[in-house]
T-cell receptor, first 113, second 116 residues
Framework: KAGVTQTPRYLIKTRGQQVTLSCSPI?????VSWYQQTPGQGLQFLFE???????NKGNFPGRFSGRQFSNSRSEMNVSTLELGDSALYLC????????????FGPGTRLTVL | AQKITQTQPGMFVQEKEAVTLDCTYD???????LFWYKQPSSGEMIFLIY??????QNATEGRYSLNFQKARKSANLVISASQLGDSAMYFC?????????????FGTGTQLKVEL
């Protein structure tokens, strides 16, 4: 089985721009969660999608949004980028909710200049 | 209050020795799950082991075992027979069932270095 894939792997943007990151979960998995990892704040939960519906949302401003498609692929969007948005963005895939398995992708490293 | 606390920012261990990475947690939810992940310098989070709050026995996965002490709210990871490839950052995480879904709360991590 193929693992979780994230594209792109690296991204450089400038302040004020917007960015879209993509995550394809493991085949058959219907839940996708997104996390932001920074040296200062550590790993923080952004949101989770299950069957195209947002189930949970972390404490991030409205500039951070996401969606999930019928094939379970998910995208997250960050608008009006700020320097502090520079981070590793990880997505995690799970068969459903409250499963013991949550597998992460390799991440997208976003740099905002 | 911190929900997941990892008090060891860095640890050193000799190859082939065992090492324990500490994790304590705080929750009022009677139903929760505890996870350990390994993050090498490449950045990918690798799932190691899972312990459910109602599991009677400590979880084990190969060289990894979880020392679950529910009353103390601790979930320490034990790595036996350390290998050079075990050098990485290790994160403890918790999922609270009351919140629903798969949201994980992570600790700050422990950087493990395995030496010859």
């Amino acid at each position: 089985k193929a693992g979780v894939t994230q594209t792109p792997r690296y991204l450089i943007k400038t302040r004020g721009q917007q960015v879209t990151l993509s995550c394809s979960p493991i085949s058959g998995h219907r839940s996708v969660s997104w996390y932001q990892q920074t040296p200062g704040q550590g790993l923080q939960f952004l949101f989770e999608y299950f069957s195209e519906t947002q189930r949970n949302k972390g404490n991030f401003p409205g500039r951070f949004s996401g969606r999930q498609f019928s094939n379970s692929r998910s995208e997250m969007n960050v608008s009006t980028l700020e320097l502090g948005d520079s981070a590793l963005y990880l997505c995690a895939s799970s068969p459903g909710t409250s499963y013991n398995e949550q597998f992460f992708g390799p991440g997208t490293r976003l740099t905002v200049l | 209050a911190q929900k997941i606390t990892q008090t060891q920012p860095g640890m050193f261990v000799q190859e082939k020795e065992a090492v324990t990475l500490d994790c304590t947690y705080d929750t009022s939810d009677p139903s929760y799950g505890l996870f350990w992940y390994k993050q090498p310098s490449s950045g990918e989070m690798i799932f190691l082991i899972y312990q459910g709050s109602y599991d009677q026995q400590n979880a084990t996965e190969g060289r990894y075992s979880l020392n679950f002490q529910k009353a103390r709210k601790s979930a320490n990871l034990v790595i036996s027979a350390s290998q050079l490839g075990d050098s990485a950052m290790y994160f403890c995480a918790m999922r609270e069932m009351a919140g629903g879904g798969n949201k994980l709360t992570f600790g700050t991590g422990t950087q493990l270095k395995v030496e010859l």
